[in-house]
C-alpha cells in the first residue's frame, strides 16, 4: 500500500511538470510513511535514553552467537582437544570421578593400548604411573559434565556461549567506570562483538571464554575508581575468580601477576586499600591452591600443562622457541584484529606531540598487554595450533577494544578537526577490516569446519558394520570422539603396529577393520607377516575421501 502512494506522488508531480529537488521530493513522498516516522520515533526515543544503545548492541551479538551455535550439526569440534575433554566429561557424567582418562574396554583392547597402541599420547595425554592424564586442566570437562546430562553434545557449549554474553556485560560496566559515553561505549563493544575473534570462541567447545571472562574481572578491579570500591567481602570474592581463571588457562598467571604490580603500585603512589589488598591476597592464594594441588596430583605446580612446556626442555631451545611463539602471537593479533594497530598508534601520536597525554587508565591497560605477550610466550608451549586468532591472547581483546574506545574518544575531544576526522576515518577502517576478518570470514569458515571436515567421516565410521577402528596418528581418534561408545579405537604408527593389531583381532576372532589416515599421509599397502607360525595378511581396500581422512577396509586372513 505504502509502494502505490508512493508511486502515485512521484506520477502526478512528473505529469504536472513541477521541478521538484531530490530531497524535497523524498520528504514529500515518505514523509507520511509509516516507516519512516517509526525510525523518527525509535531514533528520538536513542537519544532520550542514551544508556540503551550499548544494550542494543549487546542484544545484535546476542543473535549473531545464536546463529553461530545453530553451525554445529552434531558432536563434532573445531579442534581435536575437544574431543578429549569431552571423553573426560563424559566419564565425570557416568559418576567416575578420576582425573585420568579411563576409556571402557575388553582386557585384551586394554593389553594392545599398553603395548603401544592406545589411541592417544603426546603432547595431549600423558602416561604417569600406567594413568592416562590429559595436558589441559580438568577443570572445565568437570564443569561441562552437568550440561552434557541435561542438553546432550548441544550442553558442552552452555559455558562457552554464556561466559561471552557475561563478559559483554563486564565490559559494559568497565566502559562506564572509565567514563566513556553511550556512543563510545557501543563502539567498544562492537568491537569486541563482531571485530575481535573473541566471539568465533563461543561455538567452539574450549575455555577461553570462561577464563577470560574470570581473568577480566581482575582488570576491572584494578580499573575501579574508588567510588566503586566494594566490600572486603566482594574483593575477596574477586581476587579469587580471578585466580580461578588460573585453574582453566594456566598462561594467565602472568596476568594475575601483572594485575598484583599495578596494585601494588598504586599502593605506593596514592594509599594502602584494603580493599585491593584483599582483592591481591585472595588472587594469589587461589594461584597457590592450584599449585599446591598439582604438586599432589602431577607433581609440578604447572600441573598437565607442564608436560607440554617442559618437554625436552633445554634453556636455549625453550627461549629460542618462546621467541618463536611471541612473534606468532603478535602478528596474529594484529592480522585477526586489526583495531590493535589503532592504539598502537595512539601511542605513536603520544610520543610525538606533548599536548597528547595518555590518562591512568590508559597506561595501566598499554602496560598490561605489553607486559602479557612477551611473559605468556614463555609458558606456552606453542602457538595455538589449529585456531582462529590468537587463543592465547584472547584476554587482551576486551582491553584493547577498551583501549582503543579510549583512545578514540580523547581523538574526537581534539580541537585540531583534521584529528578527529583522521583518528575516525582510522578507526572505521580497522573496524571494517576487523568486522570482514571475524564476523564473514570466521562465520564461514566456522560453518564448512562443521559440515566438511570431520563429519563425513564420522557419519561413516559409526555406520559401518565394523566395531574396530585403527588411525595413523591420535588427530583422528579426538575428532571421532562420538564413535567411541560404539567402536574400539587403535593408533598404528609403524607397519609393525599393524602387525601387532591384526594379530590380536584374528584371535579374537574379528577379520576386518577400519583404517583411517590423514588425507596428506602415506597409503597403506598390502601387509604380510608371521604371528606363531601362522602366515597372515592385511589386505586395504579404499572407500575414498571423508571430508580430511582418507578411509579404508582392512581384511585380515591367513596366507
Sequence with gaps: MQIDVVEMRLRK??????????????????????????????????????????????????????YLQSLIPAEVFYSGDAGLKTLLSKQFCAGEFHLDLRVPADPWVHDLWERGLYPFGPPFVYDISNRH???????????????????GFRGLYVIPLVSTWLLWFAFLLVCRW?????????????????????????????????????????????????????????AI??????????????????????????????????SVFEERAAFVVSMLATIALFWGFNM????????????????GFWLHRRVTRSFRIFESLSVDLFSYFPIAFFPLAGILVSLGSRRVRLASSTKILLWTCA????????????????????????????????????????????????????????????????????????????????????????DLVQQHESRVVAVAHQWISQELEAAFEQKTFFRVQEREDLAMLGAALFDQGHRGFLYLTLDYQERPTDLHFLSDDRHLMIKFAELGQYGSYLIYEAAIGEH
Design 13 to 66: 508531480s512528473i505529469a504536472h511538470g513541477r521541478r521538484v529537488g531530490f530531497r524535497a521530493t523524498l520528504s514529500q513522498v515518505v514523509g507520511n510513511c509509516s516507516l519512516a516516522e517509526d525510525f523518527r520515533s525509535l531514533t528520538c526515543w536513542l537519544s532520550q535514553h542514551p544508556h540503551t544503545r550499548p544494550l542494543i548492541v549487546i542484544l545484535a551479538g546476542i543473535l549473531f552467537l545464536l
Design 133 to 151: 592424564y590429559l595436558a589441559f586442566p580438568f577443570v572445565f570437562p568437570m564443569l561441562s559434565a552437568p550440561f552434557y546430562a541435561l542438553f
Design 178 to 234: 572509565v567514563g566513556l559515553g553511550s556512543i563510545s561505549t557501543s563502539l567498544a563493544l562492537a568491537t569486541l562483538i563482531f571485530s575481535s575473534p573473541l566471539s568465533m570462541y563461543s561455538a567452539m567447545y574450549w575455555e577461553h571464554t570462561l577464563a577470560v571472562l574470570l581473568a577480566f574481572g581482575g582488570v576491572a578491579v584494578s580499573l575501579a575508581p574508588p567510588s566503586r570500591r566494594a566490600s572486603r567481602r566482594w
Design 237 to 270: 570474592l574477586g581476587g579469587i575468580v580471578a585466580g580461578l581463571s588460573v585453574w582453566l588457562r594456566p598462561e594467565l598467571v602472568c596476568l594475575s601477576g601483572i594485575i598484583a604490580v599495578m596494585i601494588y603500585a598504586s599502593f605506593k603512589l596514592r
Design 296 to 311: 599432589v596430583v602431577y607433581h609440578h605446580p604447572l600441573g598437565a600443562h607442564s608436560f607440554q612446556v617442559l618437554e
Design 371 to 458: 607486559l602479557f605477550v612477551p611473559l605468556a610466550a614463555l609458558m606456552l608451549p606453542n602457538d595455538g595450533g589449529k585456531q582462529w586468532g590468537p587463543r592465547y591472547l584472547l584476554i587482551l581483546m576486551p582491553i584493547i577494544s577498551l583501549l582503543a574506545a579510549l583512545m578514540l574518544n580523547a581523538t574526537l575531544k581534539s580541537s585540531k578537526a583534521g584529528w578527529r576526522y583522521a583518528g575516525s576515518a582510522l578507526f572505521l577502517l580497522l573496524f571494517i577490516l576487523g568486522t570482514y576478518r571475524n564476523t564473514y570470514l570466521g562465520t564461514v569458515s566456522l560453518r564448512d569446519d562443521y559440515r566438511e571436515r570431520v563429519l563425513p567421516a564420522l
